[in-house]
């Protein structure tokens, strides 16, 4: 079965850089892109980009543009999210979900919750 | 950027009661558009997309309408397991950006 499983919680200082693993099962890890969204405590859904896992062709939001990074390695069927100069307002869940090429996710990971603070 | 909004931002009704959910989009996006639920604490799900495909598995009391800018979810007789946060998105080109939500509750 298709499985997503993210790394653990991070707590992270303001101006530090994040990084998350999301480590694929299941299925043909080049088949399918990589959809990173992330959710602020109490707030609604914010796509954040996606990544081809085929070509590593990435699409990243625009508030995110020169923040962010997202990589995959086929070796360990894993993707990964990098976000730079953190501050408070980056404090949230951060899910990665498999994406068929319709930019529509089907499986999403669990969840990793990156907080913010001095 | 293509802007979503969503109404109600919450609702809340009746075990059976039809509910209906408003999407809209501030420029059109063909059929592309798609509906997640979200649980309390839990992962979010893909409902259905292209605006009416429901993903396998999901319960057929589920529904969707529209086009171009104007968008509704439907769910023909809440029940108790449909408690949760429903977002729409734009599927048909980057940002592709969700709605706010709308928080739906039993009575």
């Known amino acids: 079965q298709v499985q997503l499983v993210q790394s653990g919680a991070e707590v992270m200082k303001p101006g530090a850089s994040v990084k998350v693993s999301c480590k694929a099962s299941?299925?043909?890890?080049?088949?399918?892109?990589f959809t990173w969204v992330r959710q602020a405590p109490g707030q609604g859904l914010e796509w954040m980009g996606w990544?081809?896992?085929?070509?590593?062709?990435?699409n990243y939001a625009r508030e995110l543009q020169g923040r962010v990074t997202m990589t995959t390695d086929t070796s360990t069927s894993t993707a990964y999210m990098e976000l730079m100069s953190l501050t408070s307002d980056d404090t949230a869940v951060y899910f990665c979900?498999?994406?068929?090429?319709?930019?529509?996710?089907?499986?999403w990971g669990q969840g990793t919750l990156v907080t913010v603070s001095s | 950027d293509i802007q979503m909004t969503q109404s109600p931002s919450s609702l809340s009704a009746s075990v059976g009661d039809r509910v209906t959910i408003t999407c809209r989009a501030s420029?059109?996006?063909?059929?592309?558009l798609a509906w997640y639920q979200q649980k309390p604490g839990k992962v979010p799900s893909l409902v259905m997309f292209?605006?009416?495909t429901l993903q396998p598995g999901v319960p057929s009391r589920f529904s969707g309408s529209g086009s171009g800018t104007d968008f509704t979810l439907t769910i023909s007789s809440l029940q108790p397991e449909d408690v949760a946060t429903y977002y729409c998105?734009?599927?048909?080109?980057?940002?592709?950006?969700f709605g706010p939500g709308t928080k739906v509750d039993i009575k």
């Open positions: 979900a498999r994406d068929p090429g319709g930019a529509t996710p089907d499986y």
């Open positions: 299941g299925y043909v890890f080049m088949n399918y892109g």
């Open positions: 990544i081809s896992a085929y070509n590593g062709q990435t």
């Open positions: 420029q059109t996006i063909g059929n592309y």
């Open positions: 292209a605006v009416s």
């Open positions: 998105q734009k599927h048909n080109s980057a940002p592709f950006t």
